[in-house]
Structures are given as C-alpha cells and as structure tokens.
C-alpha cells in the first residue's frame, strides 16, 4: 500500500505502517552512520558513568526513566518520534543542497540502534537487512524500518531541500545532519510487528 508520511513519527503512524508499504516522507530526519552512532553512545555511557562496552552490552530495556532522561540529554538533537538516515552524503557542488545521498549499510549500526530505540527513536532508513536484537527492539519500542535505493544517491538527493550540520562536524561526512526532506520514497522493511519484507 502507499503511504505518505509526515514526520515527526510518531507511535500512531508507525502502528500504520506495514512490511512492503511504498512510503514518501516529508519532514524533518537526521542523517547519521557509524561514527556518529559510536559518538552519541560514548556521550550517553560518559552521562551515566559506564564505559561504552558496558553500556552496549546490556540487555534492551535495562535503563531507568531517570537514565533515560540523562542519556536523551546527552544527545545532540531530542530523538523521540525521530528518523535517522544512514547517510554520508558526497560534498555538495555549487547551488545543491547536499551531495548524492544514497542509504549506507544498516548493519553497521545494529550494535547502536536498541539503546536508540529504547530512548524513543522511531524510525531508521537504510538498507539491507536487520539483526535479530535490533528487530526485537523495534517491536518493543514500536518502531519501523525503511530502505531507500541504494545505487539512486543522486535522485534521492534531489528531495533533501535542506541539510544543516547539527553535531560532530570532525567526522566530516559522517557528521550529524538535521533534513527537511519531501517525498523521499521508502519502502518499510520491517515494521513495528516484527513482520519483515525480506522474509
């Protein structure tokens, strides 16, 4: 079924979202990939007192909602109801607003995304498949999946009109972006059910 989707996503959208919808987004999301994924982790471990093993180690849904309010803190943008894309973009040419934008690997992330979730991130767009913990964390905390094209960054990136550099500037392109996307076309993968497309 197609969707349009209005960010933020919140948990009434999501429930609305099933495995195989064709979905164009509009709204504001944030680009993130691995360095970053591994930044925003260590600044949540440093605001609890652990080390970053430690804090990747624990089981999902281990954190207190007094934790969870010093881990959101720790973040540079509040992720509740938001998407991440797991974007580096190209450098922008002169008049663009952004370089290809093609989707990364999502797996590079899986090790990050339950403690994402659990502080109320709602969406992830990627590609390829999901870690078996990072899909049960998506059914517990209510949230979906996306793929984007990968192969397509030039098209996609014709429906990011802005990007702003929010966090992490030193990482460069994998530095964190703040998007205001229209129509950004998706597929959900995996939804808040625990159904997957590739399956």
């Not at 919140?10 to 099933?18: L, P």
């Not at 969406?123 to 905390?141: C, E, H, L, Q, Y």
């Not at 392109?173 to 950004?184: M, N, P, S």
């Amino acid at each position: 079924m197609n969707k349009i989707i209005t960010m933020p996503l919140n948990k009434s959208i999501v429930k609305e979202i099933r495995a195989g919808d064709i979905c164009k987004i509009t709204g504001t999301i944030y680009s993130a990939r691995d360095a970053a994924h591994r930044r925003m982790s260590e600044e949540i471990a440093k605001a609890l007192g652990v080390s970053i093993d430690e804090l990747l180690a624990e089981p999902d849904g281990f954190l207190s909602e007094e934790q969870k309010k010093l881990a959101r803190a720790a973040l540079p943008f509040d992720i509740t109801a938001q998407t991440i894309y797991y974007l580096g973009p190209t450098p922008a040419r002169p008049g663009q607003v952004i370089g290809s934008a093609g989707p990364t690997t999502s797996t590079r992330m899986d090790k990050y995304t339950p403690l994402l979730l659990e502080l109320g991130m709602s969406g992830m767009i990627g590609k390829g498949r999901r870690g078996d913990s990072v899909k049960a964390s998506m059914k517990k905390n209510t949230a979906v999946y996306f793929a984007a094209t990968g192969g397509a960054g030039a098209l996609l990136s014709k429906c990011i009109k802005s990007s702003e550099i929010i966090a992490y500037e030193d990482l460069g392109t994998e530095a964190i972006r703040k998007l205001y996307v229209e129509d950004l076309p998706v597929i959900a993968v995996t939804d808040c059910y625990g159904t997957d497309a590739y399956s």
